[in-house]
């Protein structure tokens, strides 16, 4: 006797969009060109910055730079997340949000590492606000500045001058883009990733000697 295939529709449960945003593919690119996601809703993994990897289990450094929906503010959920559980963009959702079932993620490992996509993709090529993330990512490069932080916490004064002067660069261009650009404060982990000290925790150790955890002034 056959046994009756298993129903693999969405239930709108919620708990995928619990556990975070998803990353952009090529796919998605018509949802940012159009405006149904926009920069204030969208929030940039640099390389280097630790990612919680939801497919594999894993966390650690990232190898890439990727693109994905904001969390809520002070939480994991995806900002389009409602409760009861629902989802604002459903019937205009991302590809990765298509692709998932919570019982069977063979669909989404099948291709959520495959044609993500960057800020390059997305900022128009040529412009200043380009060429000024390229500048930021380029003078805030994560993978050295997790060098210069354990150097610095190896007691080398040098790479912790170094490592305080990135944290400055990058405050200042968070001050810039607003008052220069009109970029909206809600934007700017879009465009330029999260702050510093909360993309990488091992430069807060760095900034504020005497534990990762101290309170700043």
């Not at 969405?10 to 018509?30: I, T």
């Not at 940012?32 to 940039?44: I, K, N, S």
């Not at 970029?183 to 430069?203: C, D, M, V």
Request: proline residues 9%; positive net charge.
């Amino acid at each position: 006797m056959a046994h009756p295939a298993p129903d693999i529709a969405c239930r709108r449960c919620g708990r995928c969009c619990r556990l975070g945003g998803p990353a952009l593919h090529a796919g998605d690119l018509a949802l940012v060109c159009d405006g149904r996601l926009g920069p204030a809703q969208l929030v940039t993994l640099r390389r280097g910055q630790g990612v919680t990897d939801n497919v594999t289990g894993t966390v650690g450094p990232s190898p890439d730079e990727l693109v994905k929906v904001r969390p809520v503010p002070g939480g994991r959920a995806c900002i389009f997340y409602r409760d009861p559980p629902a989802c604002a963009i459903h019937e205009a959702s991302p590809v990765e949000c298509q692709a998932l079932f919570c019982d069977d993620p063979a669909r989404l490992a099948a291709l959520y590492a495959k044609n993500r996509l960057t800020r390059a993709d997305i900022l128009p090529p040529g412009g200043d606000l380009a060429a000024l993330c390229a500048q930021h990512e380029a003078e805030t490069d994560l993978v050295r500045l997790t060098t210069l932080c354990r150097l610095a916490l190896a007691g080398d004064d040098a790479a912790r001058g170094e490592a305080l002067a990135v944290a400055h660069f990058d405050a200042a261009c968070r001050d810039l883009l607003p008052k220069r650009l009109g970029i909206e404060a809600a934007a700017l982990p879009f465009y330029l990733g999260s702050p510093l000290p909360q993309a990488l925790p091992i430069l807060r150790a760095t900034l504020y000697p005497g534990g990762l955890y101290k309170r700043r002034a």
